[in-house]
Nanobody, 116 residues
Framework: QVQLVESGGGLVQTGGSLRHSCAAS????????MGWYRQAPGKQRELVAA???????NYADSVKGRFTISKDNAKNTVALQMNSLKPEDTAVYYC??????????WGNGTLVSVFS
């Protein structure tokens, strides 16, 4: 079974930066899009950023201009560069790969804590 392995979470001060990475345990073909989601305590999981197979990106309004999603097709990985972090960015971050056939794969999540 394919697993998505995330790395890069941690504790950071307001204004700091972190970089998340997500890799699949084996190659996933026919990927429609990749995305990063987050879930803060007591809140629903929300989309943070997504990137399609053609490279088009989409961001939540709350992170536009601060976060950047990117992918490496050869390595089957997706990354999220997070700059100018705020306490409200504190959450568990999940990566997701979606295939054209409708199959979705999720990472287990990594915690990002931003303190002021």
């Amino acid at each position: 079974q394919v697993q998505l392995v995330e790395s890069g979470g941690g504790l950071v001060q307001t204004g700091g930066s972190l970089r998340h990475s997500c890799a699949a345990s084996r190659t996933i073909f026919s990927i429609k899009d990749m995305g990063w989601y987050r879930q803060a305590p007591g809140k629903q999981r929300e989309l943070v950023a997504a990137i399609t197979s053609s490279g088009s990106t989409n961001y939540a309004d709350s992170v536009k201009g601060r976060f950047t999603i990117s992918k490496d097709n050869a390595k089957n990985t997706v990354a999220l560069q997070m700059n100018s972090l705020k306490p409200e960015d504190t959450a568990v971050y999940y990566c997701r790969y979606s295939q054209y056939c409708g199959m979705d794969y999720w990472g287990n999540g990594t915690l990002v804590s931003v303190f002021s």
